[in-house]
């Protein structure tokens, strides 16, 4: 199931664009895909730090939650992201 996640298609259906540039060129959407990490993490981080008792352990569930159901989308997102940077598109 988590296998079909990181699948992607050999080309574009649309444009035909090769998605297979070079060796390693997905690596670089991890740094497209951070900042969405941490949009996601920081609040509750944040609700973790000022919380007493065991509900820090209470956000810390949800935090880890909270990545794992939207891990598909920042994956994705990444990819976006940074096939966008380095191609150019024509209109």
Not at 26 to 41: F, N
Not at 70 to 82: E, F, K
Request: charge should be neutral.
């Amino acid at each position: 199931m988590f296998g079909e996640l990181l699948k992607m298609p050999k080309e574009c259906s649309n444009c035909k664009l090769h998605y297979d540039m070079e060796p390693g060129f997905w690596l670089g959407s991890l740094w497209t895909s951070y900042p969405i990490v941490i949009l996601i993490e920081v609040p509750f981080l944040f609700a973790a730090l000022f919380a007493d008792g065991m509900m820090v352990w209470g956000y810390f569930t949800m935090m880890i939650v909270a990545f794992l159901i939207a891990w598909p989308l920042m994956l994705r997102l990444g990819r976006s992201i940074w096939i966008h940077l380095n191609v150019r598109y024509q209109s």
